[in-house]
Nanobody
């Protein structure tokens, strides 16, 4: 199994910044894509940003230019630097990893427990 643990969420004022971190642990064979998703109350979970093992990134249009995703492959860690935060960014942010274990040839999605980000106006 692969476990994902997020940190860095909290309460900030509009225009402020937060940096989320997510570290994968367990019997990791390989991690392909890592990403961040968010879910606001009453809404579905949507992609915020993702990054491949080679460093290719994708962003939701709503965060492009404000958020930056990065990863440290040696540490099995993905980061989300969030700048110019807006109240509409308020949500639970979930870390995702498309990975395989050391004992499997197949990749599967793993999810963190989520971390709350609240942006006040």
């Amino acid at each position: 199994q692969v476990q994902l643990v997020e940190s860095g969420g909290g309460l900030v004022q509009a225009g402020g910044s937060l940096r989320l971190s997510c570290t994968a642990s367990g019997r990791i064979g390989s991690i392909s894509t890592m990403g961040w998703y968010r879910q606001a109350p009453g809404k579905q979970r949507d992609l915020v940003a993702r990054i491949t093992s080679a460093g290719t990134t994708n962003y939701a249009d709503s965060v492009k230019g404000r958020f930056t995703i990065s990863r440290d492959n040696a540490k099995n860690t993905v980061y989300l630097q969030m700048n110019s935060l807006k109240p509409e960014d308020t949500a639970v942010y979930y870390c995702n990893a498309f990975a395989r274990t050391t004992y499997s040839l197949t990749f599967t999605n793993y999810w963190g427990q989520g971390t709350q980000v609240t942006v006040s106006s």
